[in-house]
């Protein structure tokens, strides 16, 4: 069965802060995303990647950087995190190959900015 | 643009009855749907993908490219299927969600 592990259930920071995001998926799948989900807007692609090293901007990147050092571990970094970044952060994976191949998610993390 | 609308933000039912969850889509593509589900206190999962043409928990999902539709149904609603649904879109390596619907079961 796929894991999908975040480091932080909740998580609360100050503004201003430099915020790090961790996920960790035990299947080797090639492709990992970050989004955030909020009520009335669904979940929105903030970043993806589909190889080590490689990214690829979603919808919202915006105040947003990710890192892909290794296959396994994708990372979300909130530079300067703002009031308006409070959101659930959910991220997950999937196996290259085609157009069906489902994603994964992991528990997500509830992140609040003070 | 794609694009994915879910109309309705809460659909509320008794158990017994049908229920419909509707979804609307916009993609210039040829599409590939699916309806994710989070039960309360899980992680979101895929419950159905309109290629499998699989029914899964009793729901089902048909791909109506005339009405751009990808309605779920169930023809009687559970309690244990309370839960928040999206409908989504692959868009090249990307998913679209819907801004999800709350279905609430009632006994």
């Known amino acids: 069965d796929v894991k999908v592990t975040q480091s932080s259930r909740y998580l609360v920071k100050r503004t201003g802060e430099k915020v790090f995001l961790e996920c960790v998926q035990d299947?080797?799948?090639?492709?990992m995303f970050w989004y955030r989900q909020d009520p009335g807007l669904g979940l929105r692609l903030i970043y993806f990647s589909y190889d080590v090293k490689m990214k690829e901007k979603g919808d919202i990147p915006e105040g947003y950087s990710v890192s892909r050092e290794k296959k396994e571990r994708f990372s979300l970094i909130l530079e300067s995190a703002s009031t308006n970044q409070t959101s659930m952060y959910l991220c997950?994976?999937?196996?290259?190959?085609?157009?069906?191949?489902?994603?994964?998610f992991g528990d997500g993390t509830r992140l609040s900015i003070l | 643009a794609q694009r994915v609308t879910q109309p309705e933000k809460l659909l509320s039912v008794f158990k017994g009855a049908p229920v419909e969850l509707k979804c609307n889509y916009s993609y210039s593509g040829s599409p590939e749907l699916f309806w994710y589900v989070q039960y309360s206190r899980q992680r979101l999962q895929l419950l159905l993908r309109h290629i499998s043409r699989e029914s899964i928990k009793g729901f089902t999902a048909d791909l109506n490219k005339g009405e751009t539709s990808f309605h779920l149904k169930k023809p009687f609603a559970q309690e244990e299927d309370s839960a928040m649904y999206y409908c989504?879109?692959?868009?090249?390596?990307?998913?679209?969600f819907g801004a999800g619907t709350i279905l609430r079961v009632k006994s």
């Open positions: 997950a994976s999937s196996r290259d190959g085609g157009g069906n191949q489902p994603q994964h």
């Open positions: 299947m080797d799948h090639e492709n």
């Open positions: 989504a879109l692959r868009a090249g390596n990307k998913l679209v």
